[in-house]
């Protein structure tokens, strides 16, 4: 699955909106088991990182995405 996502989420960075989008409702319908495996991506701040999507992505879960740690 990491394999997965890692792929799927460097599809967050593409110039292309329809992979932007089939990137991100792929991630979304994973459900909260991808989000162990997206965590480590919200820590990655480089200007090239989609971190922020990868966030979002996170927020859908609702209830079963962990707390965020104030910054």
């Not at 409702?25 to 495996?37: Q, S």
């Not at 480089?46 to 740690?69: E, H, L, M, T, Y």
Request: glycine fraction near 4%; proline fraction near 8%; charged fraction near 25%.
């Amino acid at each position: 699955m990491e394999n997965t996502i890692q792929a799927l989420v460097e599809d967050l960075s593409s110039r292309e909106h329809a992979v932007r989008s089939a990137a991100t409702d792929t991630l979304v319908g994973l459900g909260p088991a991808a989000i162990d495996h997206l965590l480590p991506y919200t820590l990655d701040r480089r200007s090239s990182s989609p971190w922020r999507c990868v966030q979002s992505i996170i927020k859908c879960f609702g209830d079963d995405a962990p707390p965020r740690n104030p910054a």
